[in-house]
């Protein structure tokens, strides 16, 4: 959400241009005609148009208008042409700056409907995952590494299919809208193949079939899958993406790797082996995070990664949505300013069946 609260210093510059002409103003009445001041009243609607709309810049070049000819006259300008040239000054200075409001205006507006498009793209890309599952509880963060976005190439979803819960959380290789269109091109892909596919590497092979379709040259994704059946076990399927961190009921953390490595999405042509799938115990009062290495490669003033491994304490929170807030704050506070890469996490809680209802998720 965008805060359109005035700040401190959007305050300070609206008021500018009324200083501006009050400083000049005095200056001249002290200085006497002599100096030359009367001209800078001009720096009133000057500074208008930078901070101000056109109406404000308009009445802003009015009332400077007038000062000039109350100046003029008290300083008897307007028996020679200074006067006259003051007043032209203010004049085309005024236009100028209405100009300039006008445009501004229009550019802001302009940004406002990508904005808003942004928005609608994120709601239909990366849809809210379901509040619960089974006897899954699920929560979503999605930390932009640029304040004015809304989406970037990593990708999250969460599917009920009949083989199971399913689950896929990735990060396309790159930046802008190339990325936003590759990450569409899986989510579309793995959201019809959760339902079609009876195991994850068939489902594995479908996203591969389709990521190899639309990328060029040595482009790529990083994805997990993870599948989530009745029995007391998670299935991973890991195309070169960071290992899932698995919390345990006694808050012990565990990060358990691929049998092998593999390629990520989109590499599939050169000729190597797909993944291999690997069983994991997942039981009620587990926790399982999958997240994109935005959060892992973090780095503070030091240099020093992010520990995720040592944050796994955050996690004991009672609601999902506010743990993973906690995660992400604390991601924020460790990077001591903007992300230098988009941060994804999705938490899956094991509450299991008989254990009372789930607590709904915000």
Same mark, same amino acid.
């Given at each position: 959400?965008?805060?359109?609260?005035?700040?401190?210093?959007?305050?300070?510059?609206?008021?500018?241009?009324?200083?501006?002409?009050?400083?000049?103003?005095?200056?001249?009445?002290?200085?006497?005609?002599?100096?030359?001041?009367?001209?800078?009243?001009?720096?009133?609607?000057?500074?208008?148009?930078?901070?101000?709309?056109?109406?404000?810049?308009?009445?802003?070049?009015?009332?400077?208008?007038?000062?000039?000819?109350?100046?003029?006259?008290?300083?008897?300008?307007?028996?020679?042409?200074?006067?006259?040239?003051?007043?032209?000054?203010?004049?085309?200075?005024?236009?100028?700056?209405?100009?300039?409001?006008?445009?501004?205006?229009?550019?802001? %507006?302009? $940004? &406002?409907?990508?904005? *808003?498009?942004? !928005? =609608?793209?994120?709601?239909?890309?990366?849809? /809210?995952? @379901?509040?619960?599952?089974?006897?899954?509880?699920?929560?979503?963060?999605?930390?932009?590494?640029?304040?004015?976005?809304?989406?970037?190439?990593?990708?999250?979803?969460?599917?009920?299919?009949?083989?199971?819960?399913?689950?896929?959380?990735?990060?396309?290789?790159?930046?802008?809208?190339?990325?936003?269109?590759?990450?569409?091109?899986?989510?579309?892909?793995?959201?019809?193949?959760?339902?079609?596919?009876?195991?994850?590497?068939?489902?594995?092979?479908?996203?591969?079939?389709?990521?190899?379709?639309?990328?060029?040259?040595?482009?790529?994704?990083? %994805?997990? $899958? &993870?599948?989530?059946? *009745?029995?007391? !076990? =998670?299935?991973?399927?890991?195309?070169?993406? /960071?290992? @899932?961190?698995?919390?345990?009921?006694?808050?012990?953390?565990?990060?358990?790797?691929?049998?092998?490595?593999?390629?990520?999405?989109?590499?599939?042509?050169?000729?190597?082996?797909?993944?291999?799938?690997?069983?994991?115990?997942?039981?009620?009062?587990?926790?399982?995070?999958?997240?994109?290495?935005?959060?892992?490669?973090?780095?503070?003033?030091?240099?020093?990664?992010?520990?995720?491994?040592?944050?796994?304490?955050?996690?004991?929170?009672?609601?999902?949505?506010?743990?993973?807030?906690?995660?992400?704050?604390?991601?924020?506070?460790?990077?001591?300013?903007? $992300?230098?890469?988009?941060?994804?996490?999705?938490?899956?809680?094991?509450?299991?069946?008989?254990?009372?209802?789930?607590?709904?998720?915000?």
């Amino acid at each position: 959400m965008i805060d359109h609260k005035p700040t401190s210093g959007s305050a300070v510059l609206s008021w500018m241009p009324v200083a501006a002409m009050a400083v000049v103003a005095g200056a001249d009445l002290v200085a006497g005609p002599g100096v030359g001041f009367l001209p800078l009243v001009s720096l009133g609607p000057a500074f208008s148009g930078l901070v101000g709309g056109w109406r404000r810049t308009a009445l802003i070049g009015s009332v400077a208008l007038l000062l000039c000819v109350g100046l003029g006259m008290y300083d008897g300008l307007f028996e020679e042409r200074r006067g006259f040239t003051a007043m032209v000054s203010v004049a085309g200075v005024t236009g100028v700056g209405v100009a300039a409001a006008v445009m501004r205006s229009r550019r802001e %507006a302009e $940004l &406002a409907n990508v904005r *808003s498009i942004a !928005e =609608v793209a994120q709601r239909v890309l990366l849809r /809210p995952v @379901p509040r619960t599952a089974g006897p899954l509880q699920a929560a979503v963060s999605y930390t932009s590494a640029v304040a004015e976005a809304r989406i970037g190439g990593d990708l999250y979803e969460m599917v009920a299919s009949p083989h199971g819960i399913r689950v896929i959380v990735g990060d396309v290789q790159g930046k802008g809208l190339a990325a936003v269109e590759t990450a569409a091109v899986v989510l579309g892909a793995f959201r019809e193949a959760a339902h079609d596919e009876p195991d994850l590497v068939g489902l594995g092979e479908r996203l591969e079939r389709s990521v190899a379709r639309e990328l060029e040259g040595e482009k790529f994704v990083t %994805a997990v $899958l &993870a599948e989530i059946g *009745s029995g007391h !076990e =998670v299935v991973f399927l890991n195309f070169g993406h /960071p290992a @899932p961190m698995v919390v345990r009921q006694d808050g012990t953390a565990d990060f358990p790797q691929p049998p092998a490595y593999a390629l990520p999405l989109g590499l599939g042509a050169h000729g190597a082996e797909g993944p291999k799938p690997y069983r994991v115990a997942f039981a009620p009062g587990d926790q399982l995070l999958l997240y994109t290495d935005g959060v892992t490669e973090t780095r503070d003033a030091q240099g020093s990664f992010y520990p995720l491994g040592e944050r796994a304490y955050l996690l004991k929170e009672p609601e999902a949505h506010h743990a993973l807030e906690a995660v992400r704050e604390d991601l924020v506070r460790h990077a001591e300013g903007p $992300l230098h890469d988009d941060a994804a996490m999705l938490l899956l809680r094991y509450h299991g069946h008989g254990e009372g209802k789930s607590v709904p998720l915000a």
